[in-house]
């Protein structure tokens, strides 16, 4: 079992930006790949960025693609979401995903069987 905590989550100008932390604990985080996911209010759970077990891979959703950027350090079991640029449109609650890695990257929240509490990040015109 993988636990999952989201951290860095909070109030910005747009324009500005933040950092999400995604924080494993439990068993080999390296064998995951981790998708981070948002949800504004009344509206779907969306797919964001995912990185792949070795980090080697990532995908971002068109509508965060040059603004945000995802990375991990296994050796901490951390994996980050950095959010450049950011538009009122970004204001979500932010979840990060895990499922182990099998040979695919998935864009959908199904998939994904580990999932953290979320952190909302609010960006104010």
């Known amino acids: 079992q993988v636990q999952l905590v989201e951290s860095g989550g909070g109030l910005v100008q747009a324009g500005g930006s933040l950092r999400l932390s995604c924080a494993a604990s439990?068993?080999?985080?390296?064998?995951?790949?981790v998708g981070w996911f948002r949800q504004a209010p009344g509206k779907e759970r969306d797919f964001v960025a995912v990185?792949?077990?070795?980090?080697?891979?990532?995908y971002y959703a068109d509508s965060v693609k040059g603004r945000f950027s995802i990375s991990r350090d296994n050796a901490k079991n951390m994996v980050y979401l950095q959010m450049n640029s950011l538009k009122p449109e970004d204001t979500a609650v932010y979840y990060c995903?895990?499922?182990?890695?099998?040979?695919?990257?998935?864009?959908?929240?199904?998939?994904?069987?580990?999932w953290g509490q979320g952190t909302q990040v609010t960006v104010s015109s």
């Open positions: 995903a895990a499922r182990a890695y099998t040979g695919t990257l998935y864009y959908t929240a199904g998939p994904y069987d580990h």
């Open positions: 439990g068993r080999t985080f390296s064998g995951y790949a």
């Open positions: 990185i792949r077990e070795s980090g080697g891979t990532t």
